[in-house]
């Protein structure tokens, strides 16, 4: 990826019902009762306000995620991607993904999707366990996700993602073993495979479901790492696997510490000009994002980083890599010099918790397991 990659990041915040686990700023909504027109008018104007951020640098990525970004129209999703079009600087082989929910899948308007420019699918289908699911609160079964998959596929999308959880209420080894062997038998370019966390502020937080210990769910991730790799993927970050040459242009980009906008309700961006990177939010309840979109007042947050930030932040999302960093690498993301990190690099070295080979430094085997531990190292408290 060349030196200046650039990613958009577009959020929608509806879904037809908000999941029992789920943090993410997603509300609930009936379909069609939310408003997708003044949404389109107010994303378009925040990419006109956001762009002369960018410089005109070229965009490698435009991901749109949510919430679900799938309840929208064809027509809606292809209005903003033309905004996209005609306002940046898009690269030829943009990568366009789109996040979806099998509960909100028609063919016809997947295919309106594909012709507004998305070549990526990522399909949440967190199970394929008719139970789980139920626990879960998808509002869609174990038919309706191979269903989603098998016809995206047949509407000509061959980067195709699909989401799955484990350490699940009351899952088992054997059964978190059943779902990866289904998601692996569809033989998909792209796999994540997330541990459900219990978040605060969640309907799981407040009525915990029983859900694997801490040992168990190792046990499961260990064995589930195995029959994913035996099944052609390689995991190149910690919750993602991926086939040869199809690993997500986007995310690899927030793990290489690389610059993105983010537009719409909450949405973030980490952005750097003359080499001082700052970081900004967009207001996150959706109707109070429309108002201040109105008003030019939806870019909140500003805050530089600082060096400690800059280093600690940039080993937070490096080290998630398998293949970790090189010296090249970290003064390119964060124009400091390799002596601002080389007493912690040299220790850790020692301890065995880092490995270099080839010009690169990532976590040991070990250490990969126990990466928040690692990232101790890095942390200065800026006073
Ligand atoms: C924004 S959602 C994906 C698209 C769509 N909203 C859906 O759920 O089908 C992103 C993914 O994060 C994962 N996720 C959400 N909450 C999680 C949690 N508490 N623990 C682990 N993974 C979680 C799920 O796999 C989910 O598919
Ligand atoms: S559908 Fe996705 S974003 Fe929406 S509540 Fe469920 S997990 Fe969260």
Not at 115 to 124: D, T
Not at 338 to 351: G, P, S, T
Request: hydrophobic share 40%; net charge negative; charged share 20%.
């Amino acid at each position: 990826m060349p030196n200046d990659s650039l990613s958009l990041y577009i959020h929608i915040p509806w879904c037809l019902h908000k999941c029992g686990y789920c943090d993410f700023n997603s509300h609930a909504t009936a379909a069609n009762a939310f408003p997708e027109d003044d949404y389109v008018t107010a994303l378009i104007a925040d990419l006109m306000l956001g762009k002369d951020e960018l410089q005109g640098r070229s965009v490698q990525s435009i991901f749109i995620g949510g919430g679900t970004p799938s309840l929208f129209s064809a027509a809606a999703i292809s209005k903003i991607l033309n905004a996209c079009q005609q306002q940046l600087n898009l690269s030829s082989d943009c990568e366009i993904t789109l996040e979806t929910n099998p509960g909100t899948f028609e063919a016809e308007k997947f295919a309106g999707f594909k012709l507004a420019g998305v070549n990526r699918l990522s399909i949440g289908v967190q199970s394929f366990d008719p139970e789980q699911l139920k626990k879960l609160e998808r509002i869609h079964g174990r038919d309706e996700a191979l269903h989603t998959v098998r016809t995206a596929q047949q509407l000509g999308f061959e980067n195709i993602n699909i989401d799955l959880m484990f350490a699940l209420p009351g899952q088992t080894l054997a059964q978190a073993l059943d779902d990866v062997a289904q998601a692996c038998a569809l033989a998909l370019p792209h796999l994540s495979y997330y541990q459900l966390t219990i978040e605060p502020n969640t309907r799981f937080h407040r009525f915990p479901p029983v859900i694997p210990s801490l040992d168990e769910a190792a046990d499961i991730q260990a064995a589930a790492m195995s029959a994913i790799s035996a099944a052609g993927y390689t995991r190149y970050e910690v919750s993602a696997f991926s086939k040869i040459g199809a690993q997500c242009r986007h995310n690899l980009n927030y793990w290489q510490f690389g610059d993105y906008l983010g537009i719409g309700a909450g949405a973030h961006s980490k952005l750097t000009v003359d080499q001082e990177s700052k970081r900004f939010q967009r207001v996150r309840q959706p109707s109070s994002y429309l108002l201040a979109v109105k008003e030019q007042t939806q870019v909140i947050q500003l805050r530089t980083l600082g060096s400690n930030d800059l280093i600690f932040e940039f080993m937070l999302n490096q080290l998630r890599l398998r293949r970790g960093f090189s010296a090249a690498d970290f003064a390119q993301r964060t124009h400091l010099n390799w002596q601002d990190i080389a007493i912690q690099v040299e220790r850790l070295l020692a301890l065995g918790h880092l490995e270099q080979s080839e010009g690169r430094y990532f976590a040991s085997e070990h250490a990969y397991r126990f990466l928040d531990s690692l990232l101790q190292e890095f942390l200065v408290e800026t006073p």
